[in-house]
C-alpha cells in the first residue's frame, strides 16, 4: 500500500475484484458476452474478510492469514514456481484465481505493479503474444480518463 501497489481498498486486489473488472474489459472487447458476475474469484485470502467494515479491520486480522500464504510461497517455490493472481478468459467463461507459475515465463517473471496480458491463441500458442505495462497508477489512470473523456468530446 505504501509503494501505492494496491487499490485504496485492498479488498479489491486480495478478492480478485480488480483483476475480475479488468478481465470482463478484455473479455468483452474479444466479443464474449460476459457479466461480472459470471467470472468465478478465488480470493487470495478467505471470504470473510471481505465482510470486515473497514480497511483498518482488514489490515488488523490480515497477519492471520501470514503462516498460510507463507505455505504456499514455499510450496510453489519447492516447484520451481512464483505464485500469481491470474485470469484466464476463454470462450468458456473467465476465473480468476491465484495460480504455481514457472518462473521462467512471461507471467512468472513479472514484477512490481505491472499488469501483462498473454494472448495464446492458435497462431501464438508455442510463443504467446505479451503485453506488458503499468496496471495503474495516477498518470495511467488520468490517461486512460483523459481518452474517455475524448473519445465522448468526439461523439457528441
Known amino acids: 500500500m505504501r509503494l501505492g501497489y494496491t487499490?485504496?481498498?485492498p479488498?479489491?486486489?486480495l478478492s480478485g475484484m480488480d483483476v475480475a473488472r479488468k478481465s470482463l474489459i478484455i473479455a468483452r472487447e474479444l466479443g464474449f458476452p460476459l457479466e461480472l458476475a459470471q467470472i468465478r474469484?478465488?480470493?487470495?485470502?478467505?471470504?470473510r474478510f471481505f465482510k470486515l467494515a473497514s480497511v483498518e479491520s482488514l489490515l488488523d486480522r490480515l497477519p492471520s492469514?501470514?503462516?498460510e500464504m507463507k505455505r504456499r510461497v514455499a510450496s510453489a517455490r519447492a516447484q520451481g514456481k512464483v505464485l500469481r493472481f491470474v485470469a484466464n478468459i476463454s470462450r468458456e467463461g473467465c476465473v480468476v484465481e491465484m495460480q504455481r507459475i514457472g518462473r521462467e515465463t512471461p507471467v512468472g517473471r513479472l514484477a512490481g505493479p505491472d499488469n501483462i496480458l498473454v494472448f495464446q491463441t492458435q497462431r501464438y500458442f508455442e510463443n504467446?503474444?505479451?503485453i506488458q505495462g503499468p496496471?495503474?497508477?495516477a498518470g495511467v489512470t488520468a490517461a486512460g480518463v483523459l481518452s474517455d473523456i475524448l473519445k465522448i468530446a468526439?461523439?457528441?
Open 135 to 137: 496496471g495503474a497508477g
Open 7 to 9: 487499490e485504496p481498498d
Open 154 to 156: 468526439k461523439s457528441i
Open 41 to 47: 474469484l478465488e480470493p487470495m485470502i478467505p471470504r
Open 65 to 67: 492469514c501470514d503462516a
Open 128 to 130: 504467446p503474444l505479451v
Open 11 to 13: 479488498r479489491d486486489d
